[in-house]
T-cell receptor, first 114, second 114 residues
């Protein structure tokens, strides 16, 4: 079966712009989690969506937002980009949630803010 | 609150030698624990997980980990390292059951020397 697909794989944006990243989970998976990965901070949890509802949220500013559609595809949006937002953004899908069942990660979107 | 500490950001072993990657956790409730592996420019792949059943957990690629409550540890081992094991490894923790936020460690990069 197809894995988790994240698009685009690479993105370069300018400070102040906004960006939207997409994640298509494995068919049948209802939970999508988003993580930011940077060399300095490691993997930091952004938020998790389940059946179109945000169930959990990490400690990120309101510039980071997300949503999930009825087909479980998820998008995350970052507004007013800052240099520090440069990172690898990973999404993970699972049936029920990242902890309860096996989660599958996408290859990530590498965002560079210049 | 929950957290994991991975001891050693870089570990080098010779091919064929024992792999030991250390992880200590902190959790106010009995935790679920995970090990993930990340290859360059890839997402994370679940190696194994502990969910309060057997304390010795066997995973993929010959890895295993033992949950030791008295030591609050969940170290990852493999008897004989292969070149293909070179990657970054992440320990993670979550409260048990349901949908909960998973907290990742800062990662350990494993180098395998031929």
């Amino acid at each position: 079966k197809a894995g988790v697909t994240q698009t685009p794989r690479y993105l370069i944006k300018t400070r102040g712009q906004q960006v939207t990243l997409s994640c298509s989970p494995i068919s049948g998976h209802r939970s999508v989690s988003w993580y930011q990965q940077t060399p300095g901070q490691g993997l930091q949890f952004l938020f998790e969506y389940f059946s179109e509802t945000q169930r959990n949220k990490g400690n990120f500013p309101g510039r980071f937002s997300g949503r999930q559609f009825s087909n479980s595809r998820s998008e995350m949006n970052v507004s007013t980009l800052e240099l520090g937002d440069s990172a690898l953004y990973l999404c993970a899908s699972s049936l029920e949630g990242l902890d309860s069942t096996e989660a599958f990660f996408g290859q990530g979107t590498r965002l560079t803010v210049v | 609150a929950q957290s994991v500490t991975q001891l050693g950001s870089h570990v080098s072993v010779s091919e064929g030698a024992l792999v030991l990657l250390r992880c200590n956790y902190s959790s106010s409730v009995p935790p679920y624990l995970f090990w993930y592996v990340q290859y360059p420019n890839q997402g994370l792949q679940l190696l194994l997980k502990y969910t309060s059943a057997a304390t010795l957990v066997k995973g993929i690629n010959g890895f295993e980990a033992e949950f030791k409550k008295s030591e609050t540890s969940f170290h990852l081992t493999k008897p004989s390292a292969h070149m293909s094991d070179a990657a970054e490894y992440f320990c993670a923790v979550s409260p048990p059951g349901g949908y909960q936020k998973v907290t990742f460690g800062t990662g350990t990069k494993l180098q395998v020397i031929p």
